[in-house]
């Protein structure tokens, strides 16, 4: 079983920066890839970035490309979401998710998922 811990969220403005943390435990975790997703209120939950297991691939949503870095550090079993130029359309409770074979943007194939982080830009 693999438990997933979100944090960094908070209230920011527009234009602002701000990087998600997300932890696992158990020994596995390099072993996987590792999924940020995000949903609004009243919306479908969608994919925002996702890397594979060493860090060497990396994919994007269209709407945070150029924008947001996800990045992981195996030894610490933490996958990171740097966020900058926010926008006030990326308010969401952001998600991190784990278990996929590779790196995936479809939610479907991911097993574990944390509990949820709250990002909100104000304009």
């Known amino acids: 079983q693999v438990q997933l811990v979100e944090s960094g969220g908070g209230l920011e403005q527009a234009g602002d920066s701000l990087r998600l943390s997300c932890t696992a435990s158990?020994?596995?975790?390099?072993?996987?890839?590792m999924g940020w997703f995000r949903q609004a209120p009243g919306k479908e939950r969608d994919f925002v970035a996702t890397i594979n297991g060493n860090g060497g691939s990396t994919g994007y949503s269209d709407s945070v490309k150029g924008r947001f870095t996800i990045s992981r550090d195996n030894d610490k079993s933490t996958v990171y979401l740097q966020m900058n130029n926010l926008l006030p359309e990326d308010t969401a409770v952001y998600y991190c998710a784990s278990g996929v074979f590779y790196y995936s943007g479809d939610p479907r194939q991911y097993v574990y998922w944390g509990q949820g982080t709250q990002v909100t830009v104000s304009s």
């Open positions: 158990g020994r596995t975790f390099r072993a996987y890839g």
